[in-house]
């Protein structure tokens, strides 16, 4: 073995990974802060009417960051599961697990948001379309692997069987970014995308991208903050933990 | 960067879509709000009973 794999081991485990998640936590806090700050400025304040939606188009600065990070917090959670089938890593389950309470509340952000965009612009709140009806089923998968996880009393289990229907349910995540594009739907088309330059004005575009840097930032604090909680749980009785409850006492946090 | 609305109320009303602006807005706020209170709670609480826990494995070995 050479160094670099020891050193990336090192951060694998949990008693490692404790006091760093520990010291990125405030810094991520900040960040979604200040990326927040700016992007509402930007976008609730800065940023002019649009010529077709009129003020209604503002929805699109939260609307799009929570679509964004509903997608992309469910494949990081089938990565890290992927990872603990492949390797039983113990940080893998606690990260996926971690991760996934914020994923559903941003895949419900997304359609609530969403509802409250339609009623307006097409007038209903709801159709049964493809990317309607696809990150629906995202949060079905979400909830689904909350409750499998409760359910299996053994964490390693759990975490297998989570692992599972997390892979399982990646095959939807192309299906709801390419089901504007494969299907006739009522929503719009992407706003932004990697091989044409985007649809919007400068200053809307800015607003919108701090907003998904804002989500970012946001979403990485609380899954590592949430992470933190189900490592003292699971490791507990371990030495380690014995000395962050023992440093949690006299308000040294460690 | 200039302001782009003349005044607070004009801001409030949304040209009309004041419902729909800030029906997503509140909710957003609230849960960005309420999740990281919820998962603060949470840790509290687990702290107290682990530390609980380990105090009586502790007497336990005593005896």
């Given amino acids: ?254 | 960067m200039t302001i782009h609305w003349n005044s607070f109320s004009e801001f409030l009303a949304m040209g009309g879509y004041g419902v729909y602006v800030w029906g997503s807005f509140g909710v957003n706020a609230l849960i960005m709000i309420v999740e990281p209170i919820v998962a603060i709670q949470r840790r509290k609480s687990l702290v107290a009973r682990l530390k609980r826990q380990s105090r009586a494995t502790d007497r336990n070995k005593e005896q």
């Avoid at chain 1, 949990?14 to 700050?37: E, H």
């Avoid at chain 1, 603990?84 to 890593?89: D, K």
């Fill in chain 1, 1 to 254: 073995m050479n160094n670099r794999l020891i050193n990336w081991f090192k951060f694998a485990s949990p008693q490692s990974f404790y006091p760093l998640a520990g010291k990125m936590i405030p810094w991520f806090a900040a960040l979604a802060v200040v990326f927040g700050v700016a992007g509402l400025w930007l976008g609730m304040v800065v940023a002019p009417t649009d010529f077709q939606q009129g003020e209604g188009y503002r929805i699109i600065f939260i609307h799009v960051p929570a679509s964004w990070m509903s997608m992309f917090i469910y494949l990081v959670m089938a990565f890290w599961a992927a990872l603990g089938l492949a390797y039983n890593t113990r940080l893998s389950g606690m990260m996926a697990q971690a991760l996934a309470p914020t994923g559903a509340l941003m895949a419900f952000l997304s359609l609530w948001t969403g509802a409250l965009w339609g009623k307006p612009m097409w007038g209903t709140w709801w159709v049964w379309d493809a990317r309607l009806t696809s990150e629906l089923i995202l949060l079905f998968l979400y909830i689904g692997f909350i409750a499998l996880q409760a359910s299996i009393d053994d964490p390693r289990r759990a975490d297998k069987a989570g692992a599972v229907l997390a892979l399982v349910g990646v095959v939807n995540i192309p299906i709801i970014y390419f089901s504007v594009k494969w299907w006739n739907t009522l929503h719009q088309g992407s706003s932004v995308s990697l091989t044409k330059s985007p649809s919007m004005a400068a200053l809307m575009l800015w607003g919108m991208l701090l907003m998904a840097l804002c989500f970012w930032m946001y979403s990485i604090a609380i899954a590592l903050y949430r992470a933190r909680s189900i490592m003292l749980e699971r490791e507990r009785g371990t030495e380690w933990v014995k000395e962050v409850l023992a440093a949690e006492g006299q308000g040294v946090s460690k």
